[in-house]
């Protein structure tokens, strides 16, 4: 591409612009770009690469009935989360594991597909039950941290100077402490607080995890500022904010999107360990992480009580990173610069 | 003889007029049996060569049937657009594309078949007998070794000499491509050189092992002007004094003229026109290389100054049309020209041009370029005037 | 000279970051909750010792005299007493030992796995190798810790009881009570180091080894591989001193930016295993609103952090000429 079509490209494209304007990797790449010359418009683009990753496309309806699971199922299930049901400590024989056989016929495999703890308590509904809170706080987190940082690292980028090295030191502030620590230490009192803790626990992961997004949008901030269209625009008399809606931030869209879901996936995971060691949420709440940790005190006697939440949360995980990973290349195919 | 410039020290002597193959005589590459020169055989042969990249839209045939010779000392002029597939056409000569490039054809040095050879085979090839200059210098040294280093690196791969040698020759390397104060510039990092400083290391190092073929992939391009025809003198020296053959890959036709013996204009991945500077210059035969030199700025216009654009877009590799690619923007396309792809024919000595309408092409030249066929002589061309032969 | 300075630089710039840090979680840590309230909530402790605790631990002072206090106290190297009136110092020192222990074997086990893995499947991109790594990796980035932790728990505990010997200890971090040679203690220690270090490591070489492969698939595509290819050098050449050379460098920084999640991923793993280290003195502090404690945590991290960041920074200046100029 020359000067100019890169630069009209940036104009009106979510997220083409190569930011680092590094070479793309592969020996092969660069030429074979050169070459593509059909029009047509950035988001057909980015939605025909992204179908084309299959994996990803597969992973995307399985975390969207995942998702509908964690929200709804709950309510639709024969069982709540609390009910002591009469079946104390039911295997799920379906799996020969789990001391049965093969009978796909028995009802009782049915009624409790991933079994019940000593107090015949559903495990399928507490995983219903975890899922959710776990899902209500991941996409909280990645909310909030994503618009905190988008905006911090908007603002860093583009008035640079002062501003910029204050976000920055920041930045470097929050990676020093271990995200765990600090979360525990400020949200105890909080989620230990009533039933409401989990919002609470939501907040603070968000506003923790911030600088990660931040730093992203600067960079593409930084590096965009200083091309032709900009000047362009500047020079046309447009005003910052103008500069700044208009024509910078189409162009984070894509990093940013892949960050907010690579957030999605870690706060599930930090979330789970903080539930884990006791600073998260607190019993007679549930989530994932807290179910783990029931499930790992009695996994000598009741295995499944400690399997099943877990492969649900890897499933969540692993569907959020692969989404994220076709997100990527679909946004932006020549970088593979991954943290995934 | 054999394998002299594996036991020689070439490298020491400094000002590489060195030579040991002129006479034909027979030797082996790298001291390899089975890389034997064909006596008699051209420098460098490239028959049909084809290179195809499987893309998400399908097979791009980025080049598609590339056939030139480059013989001794000669310097050959590779001229088209972005994407006409220069750049991919010297990357598969040299054997640098990646993994996922289908390359076709043949391309022989000296007789010896390099497609397909294997890494080894190409490593003692590559450097030693073609030699590779790139157009970026900003990233094509690497950024964390001195330049010293890197050159010397780079006669060590083929000559078996000390460090130190190596070290005096990269010092005479760097003082022959134009650089001051050689002596403490070897120690510098490529970040401590300005971009025509690194272009000028990087042609250093193309000529450290005093190859027979150089193939320079648009070398100035990134470079400012004003440097660009320091650059052009530097890499000429260092030419002159290897006494290379050179594939000179550029879209600067000012270039062109001052540089090269012979001319290949390339348009969607094939030759349309291959003849001498003069043939193509004052007589071209192909509509798009008129269009090429209408749109290039002269000092001694006829027209009144206007430069021509070539209308339009070049095609997509992916799906090309059946006809003429350069059809939808040739002022003289006719119905014939849709029907199928026109072949290389005769349009004077050693001139072949790619076109069904051959005949019309003159009366176009003479309306694009004011007449006159010299009128179409580049002018205020840097290097121009000493070189033309 | 020119990297005396450089590393001047970085440890000045250091030391502001390390101060406000210091007051940033000394914030938080008054504000974890009240010490005494089981105290207060218990009707048989007399309102006089209450009010005494208070005074012994400052409750009723302004934050930022608790704050002179405590750093006062910290530039002298004393981290205060906990509410139940231990020394903070000695007893964080020995959890840091306990877990360090286990994050340094981690950390060196999967820097050295996670560049091989990385590093070979950037080299034979798009090979059932590079497949089969790409998509390990992206389970063990899946997997919460803690339950990678307890799964081998479990299958330590089979292993045990099929093979009729403790190979594999999954509680604490040593056996109390030993008694024998060095060489005993040795292989104990060694049987409860395995658990939660293979745990950590797994985890680690996942985002290791896709960073370093991303990094390894940028340098393989640049330019002056290309031109050290155009060189002639040997495949093998341009592989090792040219891509790993600098495919190497971006690795420092990013480990050095993973000691934090190191931490994350120990606390969890050390709960899992009933460690006697850092975790659980951070739940404990946290739990019991101890502020001494929770404050010596956080800075004795902080500062390990901060320091690892300073050297890899350093050492990215010796590795990369440019950072240096």
Not at chain 2, 52 to 73: M, S, Y
Not at chain 3, 52 to 70: A, F, G, P
Not at chain 3, 226 to 249: D, E, F, Q, T, W
């Amino acid at each position: 591409m020359t000067d100019l079509e890169t630069t009209l490209a940036a104009y009106d494209s979510p997220g083409t612009a190569n930011a680092q304007g590094g070479i793309p990797p592969g020996g092969a790449a660069g030429p074979e770009r050169e070459f593509t010359v059909r029009a047509r418009t950035q988001r057909q683009i980015v939605v025909r690469r992204f179908l084309h990753h299959r994996l990803a496309v597969v992973s995307l309806v399985v975390f969207v009935l995942l998702i509908a699971a964690a929200l709804f199922g709950g309510h639709l299930w024969h069982y709540t989360y609390r009910q002591e049901t009469p079946d104390n400590s039911v295997r799920p024989t379906w799996w020969p594991y789990f001391g049965g056989h093969w009978h796909w016929g028995q009802l009782t495999h049915w009624k409790h597909p991933m079994g019940t703890n000593e107090l015949g308590v559903d495990t399928f509904a507490q995983v219903l039950r975890g899922a959710q809170k776990s899902v209500f706080i991941a996409l909280s987190v990645a909310f909030l941290s994503t618009v905190v940082g988008t905006v911090l690292g908007a603002i860093s980028g583009y008035y640079r100077g002062f501003v910029d090295t204050a976000i920055m030191r920041l930045t470097d502030l929050f990676l020093v402490f271990p995200l765990v620590a600090i979360a525990g230490a400020v949200g105890y009192r909080f989620t230990a607080s009533g039933p409401n803790g989990w919002v609470y626990l939501a907040l603070i992961l968000g506003l923790l995890s911030w600088p990660q997004i931040c730093r992203v949008v600067r960079g593409v901030f930084l590096s965009l500022r200083e091309k032709e269209f900009v000047d362009a625009a500047r020079a046309l008399g447009a005003r910052d904010r103008r500069i700044i809606f208009r024509h910078l931030l189409p162009s984070v869209v894509g990093p940013v999107i892949v960050n907010a879901t690579l957030t999605v996936a870690a706060a599930i995971l930090t979330e789970t360990v903080l539930s884990y060691v006791g600073l998260g949420i607190q019993p007679p709440d549930t989530s994932l992480g807290l179910l783990i940790q029931l499930g790992d005190q009695a996994s000598t006697d009741r295995p499944w009580l400690f399997y099943f939440p877990g492969l649900f949360i890897i499933v969540i995980c692993l569907t959020v990173n692969f989404i994220g990973d076709g997100l990527r290349d679909a946004f932006d195919p020549g970088q593979t610069r991954v943290r995934a | 003889m054999a394998s002299t410039a594996a036991t020689s020290d070439a490298g020491a002597s400094g000002t590489g007029g060195h030579r040991t193959h002129d006479s034909g005589m027979e030797r082996l590459i790298g001291g390899r049996r089975h890389l034997a020169p064909v006596p008699g055989a051209p420098l460098l042969e490239v028959t049909d060569l084809t290179v195809d990249f499987p893309t998400d839209d399908g097979l791009v045939h980025a080049v598609r049937g590339v056939t030139f010779r480059l013989e001794e000392g000669e310097v050959l002029a590779i001229v088209g657009e972005s994407g006409s597939g220069k750049s991919v056409t010297s990357l598969a000569i040299m054997g640098l594309l990646g993994k996922t490039a289908r390359v076709g054809g043949s391309v022989k040095y000296r007789g010896i078949e390099l497609l397909g050879l294997p890494q080894k085979d190409l490593a003692a090839v590559r450097g030693a007998e073609l030699a590779m200059i790139f157009q970026d210098p900003m990233t094509s040294l690497n950024p964390v070794y001195r330049i010293g280093w890197q050159l010397a690196e780079a006669i060590r791969a083929h000559h078996k000499v000390s460090k130190d040698v190596a070290m005096r020759r990269s010092v005479d390397l760097l003082r022959m491509v134009g650089i001051p104060n050689p002596e403490e510039r070897v120690r510098s990092f490529p970040h401590e050189f300005s971009g025509g400083m690194r272009q000028r290391a990087v042609i250093a190092i193309a000529v450290a092992n005093d190859p027979d073929v150089i193939i320079a992939d648009e070398p100035t391009t990134a470079l400012d002007v004003t440097v660009q025809a320091q650059v052009l003198e530097a890499m000429e020296e260092a030419r002159r004094q290897s006494r290379a053959g050179m594939v000179l890959i550029t879209h600067d036709l000012g270039v062109v003229a001052g540089a090269a013996d012979r001319v290949l204009v390339m348009y969607a991945g094939r030759p349309v026109e291959i003849g001498s500077v003069d043939d193509v210059f004052y007589r071209p035969r192909m509509p798009y290389t008129v269009g090429l030199l209408g749109a290039m700025p002269r000092l001694n216009d006829a027209t009144g100054g206007k430069l021509v654009p070539v209308e339009g877009s070049p095609p997509s590799l992916i799906n090309l049309p059946d006809g003429c690619p350069f059809a939808p923007r040739c002022p003289l396309a006719q119905a014939q020209c849709n029907e199928s792809e026109p072949a290389l024919r005769e349009a004077g000595a050693g001139h072949l041009a790619a076109c069904k309408r051959l005949d019309a092409v003159p009366g176009l030249v003479a309306e694009r370029l004011g007449g006159g066929a010299e009128a179409a002589a580049p002018a205020g061309v840097p290097g121009s005037g000493e070189e033309a032969e | 000279m020119d990297v005396a300075r450089f590393v001047l630089r970085r440890i000045l710039i250091s030391i502001p970051v390390l101060i406000l840090a210091s007051f940033l979680t000394f914030i938080v840590a008054v504000n974890t909750g009240d010490p005494l309230a089981s105290l207060r909530t218990n009707p048989k402790i007399p309102r006089a010792v209450i009010r005494q605790e208070e005074i012994r631990l400052h409750l009723n002072d302004s934050t930022v005299h608790r704050y002179q206090i405590w750093v006062s106290g910290f530039v002298h190297g004393d981290l205060g007493l906990t509410v139940q009136g231990q020394k903070v110092a000695p007893e964080l020192f020995h959890a840091l030992g306990v877990t360090v222990r286990m994050i340094a074997l981690a950390a060196l086990l999967s820097v050295i796995f996670g560049v091989i893995v990385g590093v070979v499947s950037a080299v034979r991109q798009y090979s059932a190798v590079d497949y089969l790594t790409t998509g390990a990796s992206f389970l063990f980035y899946s997997i919460p810790v803690v339950w990678l932790a307890g799964l081998l728990k479990i299958v330590g505990i089979k292993v045990n009881e099929s093979a009729h010997h403790t190979y594999f200890y999954t509680l604490g971090e040593t056996t109390p009570n030993l008694t024998g040679g060095f060489f005993s203690h040795m292989g104990t220690t060694l049987g409860h180091l395995y658990l939660p270090v293979i745990t950590l490591t797994l985890i680690e070489i996942a985002s290791l080894s896709r960073y370093q492969r991303a990094t390894m698939l940028d340098v393989l595509g640049s330019d002056y591989i290309r031109l050290a290819r155009a060189k002639g050098l040997s495949p093998r050449r341009v592989l090792l001193r040219h891509s790993l050379r600098n495919a190497l460098i971006p690795i420092v920084t990013i480990i050095a930016l993973d000691l934090a999640a190191f931490f994350n991923g120990a606390v969890g793993t050390e709960t899992v295993f009933g460690w006697r280290g850092m975790g659980l003195e951070l739940v404990q502090s946290v739990r019991s609103a101890d502020v001494n404690l929770l404050l010596g945590w956080l800075m004795i991290t902080a500062v390990i952090v901060i320091a690892a960041n300073l050297v890899a920074d350093i050492l990215y200046g010796v590795l990369d000429p440019r950072i240096r100029a």
